[in-house]
């Protein structure tokens, strides 16, 4: 499959559909889950504009994809939808980091999934989801909520407020396990927890902190005063680190990132990391960089 049919066959963008939260019923959709890339792992990388390390790769936030629907704008870390960067499909099982505003009243019709570990985080404002599992329920900022498509669910996702933006990242992990029962959770999180340190949001145990999901991977979420330092430590050995700048500024292993920056590292144990303004937000995602 060359990488024009990949994409129509693979990405949910403008099939992603706008419509009223009052609308329903199931609107049709002719492109098809995303399908494993083969082999999944470096073949984005190093970026060659990066100049950092060889087991590194950075992503500025203006060096995003980004597409804007007026209802909704969405800014694609990696290839998505109408966003192709042969340099930028995945870095390793992370596949989708969308950043988006949802405008009031409006938001993504009922479509399916498949096999792909689903992950929302809300940052501002409310979302509405419904499923065709029967889950109902409403997330916001200090909630994650994680999907399991498995083989196969219809989902829905509105902003239900008529007076302001929703804010979210939508991230997508591939599984390492196919064909799983679907399943659906959230929580609210302790934001005391991640005060001046990471706390986990997400692991691959069900009995660990956060949510979980059929991958070897694990978020942490910290909040940051300026010049804390901390150290990560990788969870797993062959894993990555994904780091997501939500706000404010840090250094990591001596790169300097902004809001919305994204830095990508492997071949390591630990990352040092040092907030270098007032109310800075890090996301790290540990993730294997193989399947």
């Known amino acids: 499959m060359d990488r024009k049919d990949f994409l129509k066959k693979g990405l949910l963008g403008t099939g992603m559909f706008v419509a009223s939260a009052s609308l329903g019923n199931t609107m049709k959709n002719e492109i098809d889950e995303i399908?494993?890339?083969e082999p999944i792992g470096y073949n984005h990388l190093p970026n060659p504009d990066s100049k950092i390390k060889d087991n590194s790769v950075i992503h500025?936030?203006?060096?995003r994809g980004k597409a804007d629907h007026g209802w909704l704008v969405s800014n694609h870390t990696f290839s998505f939808a109408n966003y192709h960067n042969p340099e930028r499909m995945h870095f390793g099982v992370l596949r989708v980091l969308n950043d988006d505003k949802v405008e009031a009243g409006r938001g993504f019709g009922t479509h399916p999934h498949d096999n792909m570990e689903i992950i929302s985080i809300p940052l501002e404002g409310d979302l509405?989801?419904?499923d065709s599992m029967g889950n109902s329920a409403i997330i916001r900022s200090g909630d994650i909520q994680v999907m399991s498509a498995g083989t196969g669910i219809m989902h829905s996702e509105f902003n239900k407020n008529q007076d302001q933006l929703v804010k979210f990242l939508q991230i997508w992990v591939y599984p390492n396990k196919?064909?799983?029962t679907p399943r659906y959770d959230q929580i609210t999180l302790d934001k005391t927890k991640s005060k001046n340190?990471?706390?986990q949001i997400l692991s691959p145990n069900a009995d660990d902190e956060g949510v979980w999901i059929?991958?070897?991977a694990w978020f942490h979420l910290g909040n940051f005063e300026t010049n804390t330092e901390t150290?990560?430590?990788?969870k797993k050995k062959g894993n990555g680190v994904y780091a997501f700048i939500i706000k404010g500024s840090a250094e990591i292993e001596g790169q300097k990132l902004e809001e919305r920056d994204g830095f990508g590292v492997w071949n390591i144990n630990e990352l040092h990391i040092k907030a270098t303004s007032e109310n800075t937000e890090i996301l790290l995602m540990d993730v294997p960089m193989t399947m």
Request: aromatic letters at 8%.
């Open 197 to 199: 340190k990471f706390q």
């Open 214 to 216: 059929h991958q070897d």
């Open 35 to 37: 399908e494993p890339l």
């Open 128 to 130: 509405e989801h419904k």
């Open 231 to 234: 150290d990560y430590q990788v």
């Open 60 to 63: 500025k936030a203006d060096t």
């Open 178 to 180: 196919r064909n799983v």
